[in-house]
Structures are given as structure tokens and as C-alpha cells.
């Protein structure tokens, strides 16, 4: 599966549709989900193009995959939620069982309440 550079987030990255941004950096971009399913709940993408995390892990360099993770933690603590703010849970549908929507690599962290139970 090669990556389709008309994803709904590949057209965010090229400003072609507008998000509520939350933070970017050089790696990555990360904006409000337009759908939230919990009090908090935001979206951080590599700006790379990768589909899921299992492309990300085979392309991208050590220095990407440091920098999206590291910024997964600064985000949390931007949005107060970090383990010692109450917390937050963190999600990547990856592929067809898991439902994956949006053919570009994609962390959810939900937080900012109680987010019950692990899979619904
Ligand atoms: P997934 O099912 O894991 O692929 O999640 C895709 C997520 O992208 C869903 O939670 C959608 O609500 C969200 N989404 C889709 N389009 C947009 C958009 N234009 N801006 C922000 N979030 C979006």
C-alpha cells in the first residue's frame, strides 16, 4: 500500500484545509480532533509521509521517531493533562481491524476527564 497524498491530513500539512492547531515543530503538527470523543482529544501527525505506525518505524530516521514522541509529551504537558496533571490515554488505529480512518500516521491523546474503559 503506497501512501495516498490526498489523505484528509496530507491536505492539512499542504494548508490546504484548515485545522485548530495545537502545536508544530520542524517533525510534527498536532490540532483538535474535529470529532472529540472526550473533553480533550487531539490529534499529533509526523509531518512525514507515513501511513501507520508500522511505515513510520520502517522509514523514517531515528531522529523523526525521537522528535514524535518527544513532542506526544510536550503536547500533554501544553494541554495540562500530563501524568501529573490527571493523565491521558494515547491511541493509533493502525490498518482495517483497528478502523483506521485516515491513511496517515496518527496518534489520538484523549484526556482532561475519566476515559473509561481501555477498548470499547
Ligand atoms: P482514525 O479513525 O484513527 O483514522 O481517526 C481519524 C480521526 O481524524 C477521527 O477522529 C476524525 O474525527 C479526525 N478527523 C477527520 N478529519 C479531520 C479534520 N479535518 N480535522 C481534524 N480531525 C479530523
Same mark, same amino acid.
Given at each position: 500500500?503506497?501512501?495516498?497524498?490526498?489523505?484528509?491530513? +496530507?491536505? /492539512?500539512?499542504?494548508?490546504?484545509?484548515?485545522?485548530?492547531?495545537?502545536?508544530?515543530?520542524?517533525?510534527?503538527?498536532?490540532?483538535? %480532533?474535529?470529532?472529540?470523543?472526550?473533553?480533550?482529544?487531539?490529534?499529533?501527525?509526523?509531518?512525514?509521509?507515513?501511513?501507520?505506525? %508500522? %511505515?513510520?518505524?520502517?522509514? +523514517?530516521?531515528?531522529?523523526?521517531?525521537?522528535?514524535?514522541?518527544?513532542?506526544?509529551?510536550?503536547?500533554?504537558?501544553?494541554?495540562?493533562?500530563?501524568?501529573?496533571?490527571?493523565?491521558?490515554?494515547?491511541?493509533?488505529?493502525?490498518?482495517?481491524? +483497528?478502523?483506521?480512518?485516515?491513511?496517515?500516521?496518527?496518534?489520538?491523546?484523549?484526556?482532561?476527564?475519566? /476515559?473509561?474503559?481501555?477498548?470499547?
Amino acid at each position: 500500500m503506497s501512501y495516498d497524498k490526498n489523505n484528509i491530513f +496530507a491536505k /492539512i500539512l499542504r494548508g490546504e484545509i484548515a485545522c485548530k492547531k495545537v502545536y508544530e515543530n520542524e517533525f510534527v503538527l498536532s490540532f483538535y %480532533d474535529i470529532n472529540p470523543q472526550k473533553k480533550i482529544h487531539v490529534l499529533v501527525i509526523p509531518k512525514g509521509e507515513y501511513i501507520n505506525l %508500522d %511505515d513510520f518505524v520502517d522509514k +523514517a530516521s531515528e531522529k523523526e521517531i525521537v522528535e514524535f514522541n518527544k513532542a506526544i509529551t510536550h503536547i500533554v504537558k501544553m494541554l495540562k493533562i500530563s501524568n501529573q496533571e490527571g493523565g491521558y490515554r494515547l491511541l493509533s488505529n493502525t490498518g482495517h481491524n +483497528a478502523g483506521q480512518e485516515v491513511p496517515h500516521l496518527h496518534y489520538h491523546i484523549f484526556g482532561g476527564e475519566k /476515559i473509561g474503559k481501555m477498548v470499547i
